[in-house]
């Protein structure tokens, strides 16, 4: 880790370099107090191509927009960062990372991660830091910290885990159905790895400059005891009882009539008395769980919502489902394709260009919360979702060799009221054994809570969007019956300790098992049949030398056989053929085209060819397409033959019997030995 040599206009910057991998963190602050809302936090990470040895490909030939992987990392370093800014600091603050050289062997999100949260560290920016990440994962039941990409492909775990000294800030990941247990001592080796980063780091404190003077939100002691006096009581009956939209009209419309008692006499402090406003509320829901128990909408902490799930609703998407949790609806459809339908991905990592078979897509209408937006293209969000639930349900698919098909999952959000990440997971599951998947085990997945006021402490089930807005944490836990798949956790707190991670991983496990057994009721196993309309897709293994004879010269062969059969056929470097088609007849026909082309000779088959060319001492027959074999006159009848031609000639089909293969690769064919002797 550097600073002090590059970019030195920013507040504060750093260049982390691991093995050959090279980032550039850079922070810059407003010296203005925002007017929005929110803290605005910005994020960018960008993966220039230059720093692989690659140009970027398409027409235009530089970086456009974020790639998926780079959208996935900006969340991850705003999650860690944005809990520890301090309350009331609303000066923009950006943080910029650029990825300059990347070694093939190290993934450069997590050194990001570090680059970022050093360069804050180092900066005049205030913050409540510092903290470091790591990405843990588990090989041979061993933990490795920071894994390589080649130790990443033999690795049952991938999680990234940013904290401070005494606990943990942010939690992102995967697993092969890791037990609680597992996850539990994963975070564990982490945080000793975060431990040994900040240790190194800290002797650039000696770096940093004064921190910034900023101003707080001055506090109108009379206008918080007038709004206060005129709405606590009222609001802790206003946030109770019915469903989401009246809890919030009586909430707007507590705050409505507060803000117009008040307009005459503080005319310009709308902005002032609604934050004042939302901090009653927030502080009303929060005492409510604490002191007895009960959630806003009658709950206990460790009821799960009623569930509806539902199976088959789309009569022409290939397999669907809708799963209704209180008020979060997902409506979730999946597609079978072919590796036609495969999507290509250009990174700067080792793999380079590569391709994808199973996508998961979750798209947010505003129309989910009642709300009027404008539609701006897919948000970070969506992708960040989406990411979650694909990385869910990856796990429990079938091997592309056993079942080679593109699958592609859309989850259309219906209703949020909290947690539509988790429905889309449990509605994706189901969606996939309506299709016919085979896939390992039904997964679903729960939304945990927290409200942490001094040493009170309580653990919310399946979270409602109050609770996550109002609350210190969003833990998304999802798996099947066996064990974890998929992991992330956002806190508005500074850190959690490991005896709430344990407690709220065993209260996750509980409501995913309710959830898994609801979700049985609907459909406990994967259908037999693929749906009708989805294109059934046959495999064969061809040797690499028969590509050539397959594809034929200039594509004829295998352009032949399509136009034949009306099935698509797709072969792979290795030798790997997969024929598709709707409806099984074409495939078939294909297939046997295929294996025809492809066969190699066997010594005692019969074939039947055609007579390519007659000789004085026999004929040559093609047994199969492009083997030839010679039927010596000999071989031709019992009796004697005199000349070739008196039997066969050319353009004959033959029925010959295979004898011999000589160590040069020629054929002794017998038309004789399948006459009957006189």
């Known amino acids: 880790m550097e600073t002090g040599r590059l970019a030195k206009q920013a507040a504060g910057s750093v260049l982390l370099q691991f093995g050959d ?254 934050g004042i406003l939302h901090d009653i509320e927030a502080e009303a829901m929060r005492a409510q769980v604490l002191d007895s128990g009960e959630r806003i909408d009658g709950r206990d902490l460790d009821t799960v919502r009623p569930i509806t799930p539902e199976v088959g609703v789309l009569p022409r998407a290939h397999g669907s489902s809708v799963f209704t949790r209180g008020e979060t609806q997902a409506l979730v459809a999946v597609t079978l394709g072919t590796a036609d339908d495969e999507q290509r991905i250009d990174s700067i990592d080792v793999s380079g260009e590569t391709t994808k078979s199973f996508m998961l897509h979750y798209n947010f209408p505003p129309f989910c919360t009642g709300e009027v937006r404008m539609i701006r293209g897919t948000s970070r969000r969506e992708v960040g979702h989406g990411a979650l639930a694909e990385r869910a349900l990856q796990p429990v698919l079938p091997a592309y060799d056993d079942f080679p098909y593109t699958l592609r999952i859309v989850s259309e959000i219906l209703e949020s009221n909290g947690s539509s990440s988790m429905a889309t997971v449990c509605a994706g599951s189901l969606s996939l054994m309506d299709a016919g998947v085979p896939i390992k085990a039904a997964v679903a997945g729960v939304a945990m809570g927290l409200i942490q006021e001094g040493d009170k402490t309580a653990i919310l089930t399946d979270i409602l969007g109050t609770e996550d807005h109002l609350g210190d944490m969003d833990f998304k836990v999802a798996g099947t019956s066996a064990g974890i798949t998929s992991i992330q956790m956002d806190i508005k707190i500074e850190g959690l300790d490991m005896k709430i991670l344990k407690s709220a991983l065993a209260k996750a496990k509980t409501g995913r098992t309710h959830i898994l057994k609801e979700m049985g009721k609907a459909l406990k196993k ?87 060319s007659t000789t004085a001492f026999g004929a040559f027959i093609e047994i199969l397409p492009g083997v030839e074999g010679l039927l010596h006159i000999s071989e031709l009848q019992h009796a004697r033959t005199e000349k070739t031609e008196d039997v066969v000639k050319k353009g004959d089909l033959v029925q010959v019997k295979l004898l011999e293969v000589d160590d040069r690769g020629r054929m002794k064919l017998s038309r004789k030995a399948l006459l009957p002797k006189e």
């Open 21 to 274: 991998t090279v980032v550039l963190a850079a922070v810059t602050v407003s010296s203005n107090r925002s007017h929005l809302p929110f803290f605005p936090l910005t994020v960018e990470y960008k993966e220039k191509t230059y720093a692989a040895g690659k140009i970027p490909g398409g027409f235009i030939k530089r970086e456009g927009r974020p790639s998926e992987k780079e959208i996935l990392t900006c969340r991850v370093i705003d999650r860690s960062l944005r809990p520890l800014f301090p309350d009331g600091f609303k000066n923009e603050v950006q943080v910029f990372i650029t990825v300059l050289s990347a070694d093939q062997e190290n993934d450069a999100d997590v050194l990001a991660l570090n680059a970022a949260t050093t360069a804050l560290r180092v900066s005049k920016v205030p913050w409540n830091g510092p903290i470091a990440g790591v990405r843990v994962g588990r090989i041979n039941d061993m933990w490795v910290l920071n894994p390589t990409f080649e130790q990443l492909e033999y690795s049952t775990v991938d999680m990234i885990v940013s904290g401070s000294q005494d606990s943990i800030v942010m939690v992102e990941g995967g697993a092969l159905e890791a037990s609680e247990a597992e996850i539990l001592e994963g975070l564990k080796v982490a945080h000793k790895g975060i431990k040994e980063i900040l240790d190194f780091a800290s002797v650039l404190d000696e770096s940093r400059p004064p921190t910034m003077e900023w101003l707080a939100p001055d506090i109108d002691e009379a206008l918080v005891a007038k709004v206060r006096g005129m709405a606590e009581k009222k609001m802790a009956a206003a946030i109770n009882g019915g469903d989401k939209a009246g809890r919030g009209a009586a909430v707007t419309s507590l705050k409505s009539k507060v803000q117009e008692a008040l307009a005459d006499d503080y005319p310009e402090g709308g902005r002032e008395i609604g």
């Open 526 to 612: 994967p259908r037999e049949d693929l749906s009708a309309y989805a294109p059934r897709i046959l495999s064969i293994q061809i040797k690499p030398a028969k590509i050539g004879d397959l594809i034929g010269p200039k594509g004829k062969t295998i352009r032949g056989i399509q136009e034949q059969t009306g099935a698509k056929i797709n072969v792979n470097d290795d030798g790997l053929v997969t024929i598709s088609s709707v409806g099984g007849e074409g495939g078939e026909r294909a297939l046997e085209m295929v294996q025809a082309l492809s066969a190699e000779p066997e010594v005692g088959t019969i074939y039947t060819g055609a007579v390519k």
